[in-house]
């Protein structure tokens, strides 16, 4: 062997015996959150911690689940994005008193691991539909036909079947309770992280992340039609944070501040139209304008609801102008509680829409007292006389300057000279009072007392 070849196989072997010696290199474990209303927002965050986990070569995911529900195409669009998943993904429900109820079931369900926490829970999927609860089971019959007592609402029914397949596909591509999931979507029927493990809707329980890494390792999963073997010993863990884009989506994703946005947007406007110039209140009004339309395009809404706050915002403002001795003004009131109450209660799977007792009956509280304030404070205006103008005029009490005849004169009024004219000669010093104003003279007459005011 010649020195060269020997001296290149020793350095060869002592290279592997290097590479021998060396630990093996941590497991890595991305974990991300979900906090809060399944929306538009959620969704693409999910979509890129499922795609950053793919593209750096994590070995697991960890989704940290707590919603009360989201939107039926977003949700689709998150369930798709595990189901593809090219990374293990585990979806943990935490912490103790999360939920993964409605769209959350899904979520779960979807997961190559599904954990829970102590103390949460999961079900309760029944798809809303305009503010209506579950749907009537299909109508008994009688032998003959259907019972004509019983009605069957089959927009409704259609989107329940829906869902109920879409979560019986999930549970049946992950091995879980087909039935269970069936009957959370029917039945609205939701369970405990013990009784969850029990009949197979997840995996296990894990008191926190650690326990939780702890009690998959090792775990064996299908992942894109290949088995693997979880790694999550020991794992070192990057936090995958919403961007600030999507931040911004999720906070317009909310339908209370939709809500607020056109209460702002219509309070800024209404303020520069009564003060021209302002700048600031419109400015203001029209930003949050913008911004309450480009909330529409992230949630589902209803259209009727949204007009009918509309409408009565207007009659609130019409009650200013019309006597209609508080008519409109509760018109107002019914009108902007329905149309709040109406606006998200759209077919989804879980039901966004503005909570009746923390933000429609505040807002409506709010709405009536400031209402009243401006209502009474207007029509006291009204009822007084007026100061101003020509017709403030009338009544004002002077002074002659001049003596006042029938063709001439000067009156001295709230220190201004006026050209005037009586019936009767009034001479220069007496007092006079203004009995009308015509082409900007004044017609006066000698003031019955010495009162009044020059």
């Not at 259907?146 to 927009?155: A, F």
């Not at 919403?242 to 989506?249: A, E, H, K, Y």
Request: glycine share 10%; proline share 6%; charged share 20%.
């Amino acid at each position: 062997m010649s020195p060269g070849l020997r001296t290149g196989l020793l350095a060869v072997l002592a290279a592997a015996a290097g590479l021998i010696g060396q630990p093996a290199a941590a497991a890595t474990v991305y974990v991300a959150g979900i906090d809060g209303p399944i929306s538009v927002a959620t969704a693409q965050h999910v979509e890129a911690a499922v795609e950053r986990a793919e593209d750096e070569g994590a070995d697991a995911l960890v989704l940290e689940l707590d919603t009360p529900g989201g939107v039926l195409d977003a949700t689709k669009d998150i369930v798709s994005s595990l189901l593809n998943a090219r990374v293990p993904v585990i979806v943990y429900v935490s912490p103790r008193g999360a939920w993964a109820a409605s769209a959350g079931t899904f979520i779960t369900m979807a997961a190559h691991v599904a954990a829970m926490s102590p103390g949460t829970s999961i079900g309760a999927a029944h798809p809303v539909f305009q503010g209506q609860g579950p749907t009537l089971p299909p109508p008994e019959r009688d032998g003959e036909g259907e019972d004509p007592e019983r009605r069957r609402d089959y927009m409704n029914e259609k989107i329940e079947n829906f869902t109920a397949a879409f979560i019986e596909s999930i549970a049946t591509e992950r091995g879980r309770n087909v039935k269970w999931a069936a009957e959370a979507v029917r039945d609205s029927v939701a369970i405990g992280p013990d009784a969850a493990v029990e009949m197979n809707v997840v995996d296990l329980v894990a008191a926190n992340l650690d326990d939780l890494l702890e009690q998959i390792h090792g775990r064996e999963v299908v992942v894109d039609g290949e088995k693997r073997v979880l790694d999550t010993a020991d794992a070192r863990r990057v936090e995958v944070e919403m961007t600030g884009r999507q931040r911004f989506l999720a906070f317009l994703a909310n339908p209370q501040v939709s809500a607020l946005l056109m209460l702002g947007a219509l309070a800024g406007l209404y303020m520069e139209v009564q003060s021209p110039g302002l700048i600031i209140p419109g400015a203001l009004g029209a930003s949050c304008l913008v911004l309450f339309l480009f909330s529409l395009q992230i949630i589902p809404f209803d259209w009727i609801g949204v007009l009918l706050m509309l409408v009565g915002l207007g009659l609130l403002v019409a009650e200013i102008f019309v006597t209609s001795f508080g008519l409109l003004f509760a018109a107002g009131l019914a009108c902007f509680a329905i149309g709040a109450y109406m606006s998200f209660r759209v077919p989804e799977v879980s039901d966004l829409a503005l909570p009746v007792t923390g933000f429609i009956l505040p807002v409506t509280a709010v709405l009536a007292v400031f209402g009243a304030i401006v209502v009474f404070g207007v029509s006291r205006s009204f009822a007084r006389p007026q100061y101003t103008g020509a017709e403030g005029l009338i009544g004002e009490r002077g002074v002659a300057a001049d003596d006042v005849s029938a063709t001439s004169g000067r009156v001295r009024v709230r220190g201004e000279l006026w050209a005037a004219r009586s019936e009767e000669p009034i001479p220069a010093g007496d007092r006079i009072e203004v009995t009308e104003l015509n082409n900007l003279v004044v017609s006066v007459r000698r003031a019955g007392d010495p009162g009044g005011s020059d």
